[in-house]
T-cell receptor, first 115, second 111 residues
Framework: GAVVSQHPSRVICKSGTSVKIECRSL??????MFWYRQFPKQSLMLMAT?????????EQGVEKDKFLINHASLTLSTLTVTSAHPEDSSFYIC???????????FGSGTRLTVV | QQPVQSPQAVILREGEDAVINCSSS?????VHWYRQKHGEAPVFLMI?????EQKGHEKISASFNEKKQQSSLYLTASQLSYSGTYFC????????????FGDGTTLTVKP
């Protein structure tokens, strides 16, 4: 089955620094990947749709300058949280689909803590 | 446009059955179901496309009622391993593109 690898799984950073999270589709090509944010005991909130070779599409209320997305190849999308603040602390998860009629495969998630 | 899940939480004894519902006010093209364990990413269970199909594997199955814009997930003879939070995800008009997720239903199976 489809596998999506996400790194790092856990990161602690100081307020004001930037953090990059990688999402790779290991055994399939993903022209589109999705980035979610999840707070404790809450649902998955879609942040943006990452499109290979073009700009990401951000959901309403998500700051594109703060959450930089790059999808430079068919197997890699990155999310950079710039100038991180404690309120950015959350569980970030990426997902991709191998085929349109299959479900989404999620990465293992990244728990970001900003201190 | 977020689908609505019910109930919010269910507590069962091993061997009991449960039904989780997911409904939408907007026409659904597909519904997917996922299970998430604490601290882990969601795991895909199954996808149902419009057309009113029913799917299942082992003791977990689901149906999609296109008329009611509703999907139900059926867990029969629940096992301890079924515990977790179940999310439904939905796509609209086509099956390409982004999915919106419900708030989740927390299922706890006790011995």
């Amino acid at each position: 089955g489809a596998v999506v690898s996400q790194h790092p799984s856990r990161v602690i950073c100081k307020s004001g620094t930037s953090v990059k999270i990688e999402c790779r589709s290991l055994d399939f090509q993903a022209t589109t990947m999705f980035w979610y944010r999840q707070f404790p005991k809450q649902s998955l909130m879609l942040m943006a749709t990452s499109n290979e070779g073009s700009k990401a599409t951000y959901e309403q209320g998500v700051e594109k300058d703060k959450f930089l997305i790059n999808h430079a190849s068919l197997t890699l999308s990155t999310l950079t949280v710039t100038s991180a603040h404690p309120e950015d602390s959350s569980f970030y998860i990426c997902s991709a689909r191998e085929y349109n009629n299959y479900g989404y495969t999620f990465g293992s998630g990244t728990r970001l803590t900003v201190v | 446009q977020q689908p609505v899940q019910s109930p919010q939480a269910v507590i069962l004894r091993e061997g009991e059955d449960a039904v989780i519902n997911c409904s939408s006010s907007k026409a659904l093209y597909s519904v997917h179901w996922y299970r998430q364990k604490h601290g882990e990413a969601p795991v895909f269970l199954m996808i149902l496309l419009k057309g009113g199909e029913q799917k299942g594997h082992e003791k977990i199955s689901a149906s999609f009622n296109e008329k009611k814009q509703q999907s139900s997930l059926y867990l029969t003879a629940s096992q301890l391993s079924y515990s977790g939070t179940y999310f439904c995800g939905s796509t609209f008009s086509t099956n390409a593109g982004k999915s919106t997720f419900g708030d989740g239903t927390t299922l706890t199976v006790k011995p």
